[in-house]
């Protein structure tokens, strides 16, 4: 690599001293807006010495909440001159560094021809390259952090003390104006669908601007406004982090990834194999996970591998990045489609391998387009739950199951209400390993006074779905299908069923009209014949290839669009 030069080197452009003059002159205006509500309220108090009547008090009280939002925004502004004050600050000591490097570049490029030190000119100029990429990446880091601090200071749409409950989609109120809209809480999503109807346009469009996270987590509202609603949110997330940045910065770090050991020497000659290294292990996980967001800005944009993709538009249902990440996208409207597929992920299902998911649903939606004679399709990827995020103990347990199950119901009857009721579309739930778990528990589901809202129900790879027989899982035995490669390949049913597993027991008869009763001593899965599901043929390799062109994505598709007569049984 040749010596740097001083150019190499970057600068920072920016005037600081202006930025401080601003940060200064808005703490003092703060101060000003909290004189100012306070005067007015001490001004109004003043007339009650002089004005007597019955609606006094409350006449008076009306300018409290004047001078409690001069103090909030007070408060909001102050902490926007503090983050700029801070900026500046660290910005000054980046710069300065940098200016620094830049002279001991010249240092480096301006030595004497007759100078022989090649090798430490060199290795002088790498820690001058290396001392400038800390700085540069402690100066993005240190940026971002001034936005969130400025964004969660001032309204910019970022939820804020959420109401929890699988149908309060929280609210978003702004802490410092007082004329926030704020978003009421719904029993069910039925109430949601006819409130949003009610609305006008002008205020359906003021409330996804306003409240774009709390509006496009409500299960009920249409699925044009709920992707209106999420890609806002998406944006300012992706302008708020810049993950392509972080995503370029961590491909530029890419360590050695194998490695060459002595395999176990046969006669006299030494054999080597190559291993990948746990270093670039960790690295390509984190890659993974970088390239998220990524994936989905190309499936709403149509860019990258999604360009020339035959798909439908993408709708962004939900998307928090929060902790392990939710997201729900689909593969055309819901709303309109003749036959949509919701797909529950299992075991580390998380925003940071939605790729893999959402590819699962792109193929499922081509394969069941190609047959549905003219039909509209829609298939949506559902992370919607907190998954578990390993084998030991995570998935063994059933507590993930019960607690997700609230919201899978609520994504349901929202979608079925958004439809427009029962009856209107046809829905299958297609659930994979520890999902058919979760599904199995949405079914059980204590307080509901309905089934799922589903018309066919699809266990694939199933550890179990804690009920005994298809036909507790209120679709009918005969809508309830599974789909599991052989033992030895996919040996998830088989270690599932001691955890979520269910006996069945039922009265029988015997010859001559004898009735008994049969106990079944054995856990029952989706694909054990004493289950009574459908059991669909597959040509899956392993637990995570059940997406695989053949066999596979036929048989799904048959039941996705409503022709379970085609399905190829085992």
Request: aromatic share 8%.
């Amino acid at each position: 690599m040749p010596l740097i030069s001083a150019s190499e080197i970057p600068s920072f452009t920016g005037d600081l001293g202006r930025l401080e003059t601003i940060a200064r002159r808005l703490a003092v205006d703060g101060e000003a807006l909290l004189g100012t509500g306070e005067s007015l309220h001490a001004t109004f108090q003043g007339i009650g010495a002089d004005y007597q009547a019955v609606e006094v008090a409350d006449l008076l009280a009306t300018t409290l909440p004047v001078r409690a939002a001069g103090e909030r925004l007070r408060d909001g502004v102050t902490a926007v001159s503090t983050a700029l004050r801070d900026y500046t600050f660290s910005a000054q000591d980046i710069s300065t560094r940098l200016e620094a490097l830049r002279e001991r570049a010249r240092t480096v490029s301006t030595c004497s021809p007759g100078d022989t030190d090649e090798d430490g000119r060199a290795s002088e100029s790498d820690a001058i390259r290396a001392e400038a990429a800390r700085l540069v990446s402690a100066f993005e880091r240190m940026e971002a952090d001034t936005v969130r601090t400025i964004e969660s200071a001032l309204p910019l749409g970022t939820p804020h003390r959420p109401v929890h409950g699988p149908y309060a989609p929280g609210r978003e109120p702004y802490p410092l104006f007082p004329w926030a809209p704020e978003l009421p809480a719904f029993g069910t999503p039925e109430e949601a669908t006819a409130w949003w109807e009610r609305l006008s346009a002008a205020e359906q469009a003021r409330l996804i601007e306003l409240a774009p996270a709390a509006v496009g987590a409500i299960d009920g509202l249409p699925a044009a406004a709920r992707d209106e609603a999420n890609r806002l949110v998406f944006l300012r997330y992706w302008d708020r982090e810049r993950p392509d940045l972080a995503y370029q910065r961590h491909l530029a770090e890419e360590p050695q990834r194998h490695v060459r050991v002595p395999r176990r020497p046969h006669g006299y000659a030494i054999e080597y194999r190559e291993i990948e290294t746990a270093e670039w292990k960790a690295w390509n996980a984190e890659k993974t996970r970088l390239a998220a967001p990524l994936v989905i800005r190309d499936r709403l944009n149509g860019t990258g591998v999604y360009a020339a993709s035959p798909l439908p538009p993408a709708f962004l249902l939900r998307f928090d990045p929060a902790d392990r990440g939710k997201v729900v996208i689909a593969n055309g409207d819901p709303d309109r489609a003749d036959h949509t597929a919701v797909f529950v992920p299992g075991t580390g299902a998380e925003l940071s391998g939605v790729a893999g998911d959402m590819r699962r649903m792109d193929d499922l939606w081509k394969e069941s387009s190609s047959r549905s004679g003219g039909d509209s399709v829609s298939t949506i990827t559902w992370i919607g739950y907190d998954s578990p995020d390993g084998i030991f103990p995570g998935a063994t347990r059933r507590s993930h199951a019960h607690d997700g199950a609230p919201h899978l119901n609520a994504f349901l009857d929202g979608l079925e209400s958004a439809q427009g009721g029962a009856h209107q579309g046809h829905t299958t739930v297609i659930a994979h390993s520890y999902g058919s778990t979760l599904v199995g528990a949405a079914t059980q589901e204590d307080g509901r006074e309905r089934p799922i809202a589903a018309d066919n129900i699809v266990a694939i790879g199933s550890p179990g779905m804690l009920v005994g027989h298809a036909d507790q899982l209120g679709v009918g035995g005969e809508n309830v299908w599974s789909m599991q490669a052989p033992p030895l390949q996919d040996p998830v049913a088989e270690g599932g069923r001691l955890f979520h597993g269910e006996t069945h027991s039922e009265w029988r008869t015997r010859w001559f009209g004898v009735p008994y009763y049969d106990i079944d001593l054995t856990p029952n899965v989706p694909s054990d014949p004493e289950f009574g599901a459908g059991r669909m043929r597959n040509d899956s390799v392993d637990h995570s290839g059940y997406w695989s062109p053949g066999m596979n994505l036929t048989n799904q598709a048959h039941v996705v669009i409503g022709n379970p007569e085609d399905v190829v049984h085992e």
